[in-house]
Nanobody, 113 residues
Framework: ETRPVERGGYSVQAGGSLRLSCTASGFTSDDSDMNWYRQAPGKGCELVSSISHDGSTYYTDSVKGRFTMSQDNAKNTVYLQIDSLKLEDTAVYYC???????WGKGTLVTISS
């Protein structure tokens, strides 16, 4: 089984930007919806963003206007651009394929004031 691999988690000051990447060898959004979940300290996992085979995207309300998900199928990679970072964006971010379901190990994003 090939798991997605996330990169790009760093410690950043509030107001800054990050770009997370996820490479899922053998998967593209042509094959499977690609998703970003996150788990904040002491909280459950929440779906943050998705991109489907037709390029349509979904964002949870709390990140609309600040998060942008994109894809590069030639590289089997999806990206999550995060702007105007807030303290509450601190979390482990997971890349997840829908079909078949497969979770990456996650990448930690820490926002400081």
């Amino acid at each position: 089984e090939t798991r997605p691999v996330e990169r790009g988690g760093y410690s950043v000051q509030a107001g800054g930007s990050l770009r997370l990447s996820c490479t899922a060898s053998g998967f593209t959004s042509d094959d499977s919806d690609m998703n970003w979940y996150r788990q904040a300290p002491g909280k459950g996992c929440e779906l943050v963003s998705s991109i489907s085979h037709d390029g349509s995207t979904y964002y949870t309300d709390s990140v609309k206007g600040r998060f942008t998900m994109s894809q590069d199928n030639a590289k089997n990679t999806v990206y999550l651009q995060i702007d105007s970072l807030k303290l509450e964006d601190t979390a482990v971010y997971y890349c997840v394929t829908s079909t078949p379901p497969s979770w990456g190990k996650g990448t930690l994003v820490t926002i400081s004031s």
